[in-house]
Structure formats: C-alpha cells, structure tokens
C-alpha cells in the first residue's frame, strides 16, 4: 500500500509564496510520474503539474513561471514551489503517483 502525506499548505498573501511537500512511503522512482492537482470549491480537480521519472516536468497554463516542481530522491519527496501565488490559486492541492495513488490534500488559501 501506496502513502502520499501532503504538507506546507496554510495562507497567505497574494504576491506571497509557499512551499507543499509529498512524501511518500517508497521510492519515488517505482512512479512513472508524480504530480501535483488542485481543487477549489465547485470546480473539477485540475491537473497543476507532473514530473517524470526522468525528470521531464509540465505545468497548467495558469501557472507556468511561477509554480515549480521538483524532487528529492534520498527523500522519497515531491515539492511544488509556489511563488506570485494569486487568490485563484486558493483549492486543496493533492499529490498523485501514477494517478493511482492520492494524498489526503492540503489546503491553500491565498488572501487578497
């Protein structure tokens, strides 16, 4: 059985940044691909971004130059840097391996 603990989620300032983490409970290279999605209240969960196992990394238009994710392998970690953050980025953000296994969520909320 798959793990995928979020953290780091809370609010904040539009124009401010957070920082999610998504620790996993085995190595994250057993995942094809990891990734992030969000979803905000009345609305479908969407995909925010992915990254491969070889690294390859793709971002929702909404957030492109201001999202980042990345990796810790000796971790077994995912992180989505968010910086700029605008009050429609406010949504539960979920971690997904594979889009087989999903953490419990975090949320965040972006203040205007």
């Known amino acids: 059985q798959v793990q995928l603990v979020e953290s780091g989620g809370g609010l904040v300032q539009a124009g401010g940044s957070l920082r999610l983490s998504c620790a996993a409970s085995?190595?994250?290279?057993?995942?094809?691909?990891m990734g992030w999605y969000r979803q905000a209240p009345e609305k479908q969960r969407e995909l925010v971004a992915t990254i491969t196992i070889g690294g390859s990394t793709n971002y929702a238009d909404s957030v492109k130059g201001r999202f980042t994710i990345s990796r810790d392998i000796a971790k077994k970690t995912v992180y989505l840097q968010m910086n700029s953050l605008k009050p429609e980025d406010t949504a539960v953000y979920y971690c997904?391996?594979?889009?087989?296994?999903w953490g419990q969520g975090t949320q965040v909320t972006v203040s205007s």
């Open positions: 997904d391996a594979d889009r087989a296994y």
């Open positions: 085995r190595s994250i290279f057993s995942f094809n691909a």
